[in-house]
């Protein structure tokens, strides 16, 4: 299995993506042809090399939003007393090159208020009828338009508009959209299996739009990253920008520590400034699983809360209702809750899509005030139903194989059950006797 790791230990950009699946290997020529596929004449696009403390990587230019030609296009205005005195402090910054850290700041800002007339800035809407006029591959354009769907939902929930509506300003620039767009093609020409991310963070600083001055993470930010684990450091500046918590959003299945992997490249892309503390740079591991445990996995949410004023019959009758809303298994457990009170654990595992759905169905069916929701990694034998010849007739079998090796064998109980009652004898013997024979050999 092909996988793709994202270390992000300095945070992660839209740029910096791109330009480390340039350093992990991927040819110049992939960007620039999916570029020239958009039905706009973008500024020129190119990489050059650099290095931020001690190490060696690309950086990805748009010409006039970069630091070195200009401004560093990117995400937000911080609070720091280094920044450009030029910066216009009526304007919401964006800093795509994760132009953060102490030394001066680069940003390239754009006018962040309403109604205004946005050089630079593009609808929703108009970002996807070009999008959807290119002559992208399928697969890339798809990416990019989920990817701009995720920003346009973030900040239509922030604004309260539709996210059909949504004004993208700084982020429908085109230095943002030759981000995600490459970003896209990137991945896509890796032909990955399986995409993962490690611990994410974000700094403890401010950031100043036209509406004010926000803690981070900034509220487009926080509104892409739910769902996704993250802890905040003290340090302050900004270390997730939109486009890169949308990407990740997007690509990464799962997110913690790397599995077992057997490296073939690693590659790394640089942000704008030389920040202290940690090397600006967002690492990508490419290599290939060697996990042992399973030939097959998926990624499931759980669901999870604590109840201590729920009746058994009640507790029962919840389960029941959860499991037949459409949860993949669901499970409570006995426990000791404080002031010594006696209570339930209740967990629900679920596919993403059910996710919405069964966490109110849990509200709704218990007394929990609130849920808690986790992103997991399920790892599984592959699953076969066969069937068994026994004493008692033909029962069910469900088989784990890994590898076509079978490992596992459950008889169906409810297949046992109706053989016990035509032959009148307990279930257990039906039971025994389907795990007696048994199924031998692979499948």
């Known amino acids: 299995m092909k996988l793709l790791h994202i270390d992000p230990f300095a945070g992660i950009s839209g740029d910096m993506t791109v330009s480390a699946l340039r350093d992990l290997g991927v040819p110049e020529e992939v960007f620039q042809e999916a570029l020239a596929a958009l039905p706009i004449t973008l500024p020129e696009c190119r990489f050059v090399r650099g290095e931020r403390g001690g190490i060696s990587g690309w950086r990805f230019r748009v010409k ?49 208020h309403h109604g205004d007339s946005h050089t630079h800035g593009r609808t929703h809407d108009e970002i996807r009828t070009l999008l959807g ?47 995600i767009v490459a970003a896209c093609a990137g991945f896509a020409h890796l032909k990955l299996d399986r995409i993962t991310c490690g611990a994410l963070i974000e700094g403890t600083g401010h950031v100043h739009c036209a509406h004010g001055t926000f803690p ?37 299945s799962a997110f913690g520590p790397m599995q077992e992997t057997s490296v073939s490249a690693i590659g790394y892309g640089l942000g704008s400034r030389h920040t202290p503390n940690r090397p600006n740079a967002l690492r990508l591991i490419l290599g290939a699983s060697i996990d042992s445990g399973s030939t097959d996995h998926d990624e499931v949410v759980e669901l999870r809360c604590n109840l201590d004023d729920l ?77 068994v010849s026994t004493p008692y007739g033909e029962i069910a079998v469900k088989v784990g194989t890994l590898s076509g090796e079978i490992l596992q064998q459950s ?33």
Not at 224 to 229: K, N, R, S, T, Y
Not at 427 to 434: G, K, W
């Open 64 to 112: 006039g939003h970069d630091g070195e030609e200009g401004h560093a296009a990117g995400h937000h205005h911080h609070d720091d007393p280094h920044d450009d005195p030029h910066d216009d402090p009526h304007d919401h910054a964006h800093d795509h090159s994760h132009g953060h850290g102490h030394s001066p700041s680069h940003s390239h800002s754009h006018s962040h």
């Open 133 to 179: 006029t290119s002559r992208l591959p399928e697969e890339v354009k798809q990416h990019a338009l989920s990817v701009f769907q995720r920003i346009a939902i973030a900040e239509g929930g922030i604004h309260g508009v539709p996210p059909e509506t949504v004004g993208f300003h700084e982020v429908g620039a085109e230095d943002s959209i030759a981000d």
């Open 216 to 252: 981070l993470p900034a509220p487009a930010t926080l509104a892409l990253l739910q769902g996704i684990p993250f802890r905040q450091v003290e340090e302050p500046w900004e270390h997730i920008t939109p486009t890169g918590a949308a990407l990740i959003a997007e690509f990464a």
């Open 311 to 387: 009746t058994p019959e009640h507790a029962s009758h919840a389960l029941e209702a959860i499991l037949a809303a459409g949860a993949l298994d669901a499970t409570l457990t006995p426990t000791v809750m404080k002031k010594g009170r006696s209570g339930w654990i209740l967990e629900v595992l679920c596919q993403e899509e059910k996710a919405g759905e069964l966490t109110e169905r849990i509200l709704r069916e218990t007394t929990a005030f609130g849920v808690r929701r986790h992103r997991m990694d399920r790892l599984k034998l592959e699953r076969h139903h066969s069937s």
């Open 411 to 443: 008889p169906e109980f409810s297949s046992c059950a109706e053989a016990a009652a035509r032959y009148g004898v307990p279930v257990r013997l039906v039971h025994q006797a389907a795990l007696q024979t048994g199924i031998e050999g692979t499948i």
